[in-house]
């Protein structure tokens, strides 16, 4: 591998792009920061984004485009039906996965809906590695529930081991023994996001695979953290280290017998897609994609985007791109850990996530530690990030609270956007805040929606916490920002 090192020893990542476009980025003092929270009632994802400083979030549909990407996107055609464009991006997939057929989706969800509506049937199982928000939703929604066989290892916060996101095959293989007639199929998560980005091996997707075949149940790849994976496959895989990234990814797809993504993240776009083989699946999976999404040759994405997806798919088989957002996210995550800061490791991709259980042990989880975390942030350092715990989960149907199995708050990494003295700035903050956890206190929802509630709910704090931790904030930091 080509690497670049500091003659001084210094280990920093370092960005292999420079900035072209720049977008100006407000810090609102601290009691505009505490006033902005209240409008927002606690819920981080109903500011305003002028009022953020870094917005680390998500990195969906936020990564920073390249110049390639940006001129592809002026030769777009614009067509209805049978747009260039679409050809283009329909090769790219065809080239990189080894798939014949390019099923076009306005986003991941809008994969993950068609899927469900043509494979799920009232009293189905799907099993996964871990389930991810909007898909465990639509397979519900469909009557259909989901099990999760993640190897223990993956909800242990501080860990070493590499490769946190691989399937219990054991359990898996046991699993299919014994109910086989009730799965339509396996899905496996790739970086799977909610445990903290974590990769699968490539020996473990295999396993999964063989064991797929055997019941002759279709493999689903959810690729749209593929890329994160692709490097941690890359660096930390003996099976994959003297193969490039093009290699990996195809290897990767050979195991799989449908690949669905959101080109939110995979392919520094917007959009999505979802790749097959030849089945008896691909015409009504058709018919379903017209039916909701748009016409086959873009799939409610504007072909502008479907431009940039194609060369961003290209782009994302460049190790010197692909490692840029893990890097970040090691560095930071190391920074933390050296200050005794609560963090998941190993570094995974997506983001940096703090381990709220630990980070303020106080809060019980019926008042989302996460979220408050979340909200405490924005108040220290004016820098949003998405809670992924308890308030991310649905109650159950006796309204019952359901306890998530990890309460994280994700510092996403959108890629080639921060640069390392922003970083550091998040840092810092987190640090401050960390100093002072004991003033941070709960939430509680004031309006509470029925789906997917996290994204719209209203929450107000359980004190005058926030009120004490900007007034702390102020006679610490008295001549910043
Ligand atoms: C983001 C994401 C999705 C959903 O994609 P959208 O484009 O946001 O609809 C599905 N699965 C995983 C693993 C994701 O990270």
């Not at 030769?75 to 209805?80: E, G, H, K, P, V």
């Not at 189905?124 to 290892?153: K, Q, W």
């Not at 990494?413 to 805040?433: G, H, N």
């Amino acid at each position: 591998m080509e690497t670049i090192s500091f003659f001084d020893g210094r280990k920093i990542p370092l960005e292999r792009h420079k900035v072209r476009i720049v977008q100006q980025l407000n810090l609102l003092p601290v009691e505009e920061r505490l006033a902005r929270l209240k409008e927002a009632s606690s819920n981080l994802y109903l500011l305003h984004n002028k009022d953020i400083f870094l917005d680390m979030l998500t990195d969906s549909g936020v990564n920073a485009m390249s110049d390639r990407q940006q001129s592809a996107m002026m030769r777009a055609d614009d067509a209805y039906a049978g747009s260039e464009s679409f050809f283009r991006l329909e090769k790219t997939v065809q080239d990189i996965f080894g798939m014949e057929h390019f099923l076009p989706a306005h986003q991941g969800r809008g994969c993950e809906k068609v899927l469900a509506d043509l494979l799920v049937k009232p009293g189905d199982i799907v099993p996964m590695n871990y389930h991810f928000t909007t898909s465990r939703a639509h397979i519900e929604r469909c009557g259909g529930e989901v099990i999760e066989f993640l190897i223990p290892e993956g909800l242990n916060c501080q860990s070493d081991y590499p490769f946190k996101g691989n399937f219990d095959t054991k359990a898996l293989a046991k699993f299919l023994e014994e109910n086989n007639d009730r799965v339509p199929f396996v899905r496996i998560e790739a970086g799977t996001n909610l445990i903290g980005g974590q990769p699968f091996s490539f020996g473990n997707l295999k396993e999964a695979a063989a064991i797929c075949r055997k019941h002759d149940i279709p493999l689903v790849m959810d690729a749209s953290l593929l890329q994160d994976n692709l490097y941690f496959l890359k660096i930390k895989d003996e099976e994959c280290k003297d193969l490039s990234l093009r290699e990996i990814m195809r290897a990767v797809a050979d195991e799989c017998d449908i690949i669905y993504f959101s080109a939110r993240k995979l392919g520094f776009a917007r959009g999505g897609g979802i790749c097959m083989r030849e089945s008896e699946l691909v015409n009504p999976l058709k018919e379903l994609i017209v039916l909701n999404e748009g016409f086959l040759t873009y799939g409610g994405m504007s072909v502008r985007e479907i431009e940039a997806i194609a060369v961003g798919l290209e782009e994302t088989l460049d190790l010197a791109i692909t490692s840029q957002g893990p890097e970040f996210i090691a560095y930071m995550v190391d920074e933390l850990e050296k200050r005794g800061i609560p963090v998941v490791t190993p570094a995974g991709g997506l983001g940096c996530h703090l381990d709220a259980s630990r980070f303020v042990p106080h809060i019980p989880q019926e008042q989302y530690p996460a979220a408050a975390l979340a909200a405490a942030l924005y108040i220290a350092g004016g820098i949003r990030g998405m809670e992924r715990g308890t308030l991310s989960e649905n109650r159950d149907d006796d309204g019952n609270e359901k306890i998530a199995e990890m309460e994280l708050l994700r510092l996403a990494m959108p890629r080639r956007v921060f640069t390392l003295s922003q970083i550091d700035y998040a840092i810092d903050r987190v640090t401050w805040l960390f100093e002072n956890r004991d003033l941070i206190g709960g939430l509680r929802f004031e309006h509470e929606p029925k789906i997917l509630r996290f994204f719209l709910g209203k929450l107000a704090p359980l004190s005058d916490w926030q009120e004490r931790l900007a007034e702390k904030f102020s006679r610490d930091l008295p001549d910043s920002l």
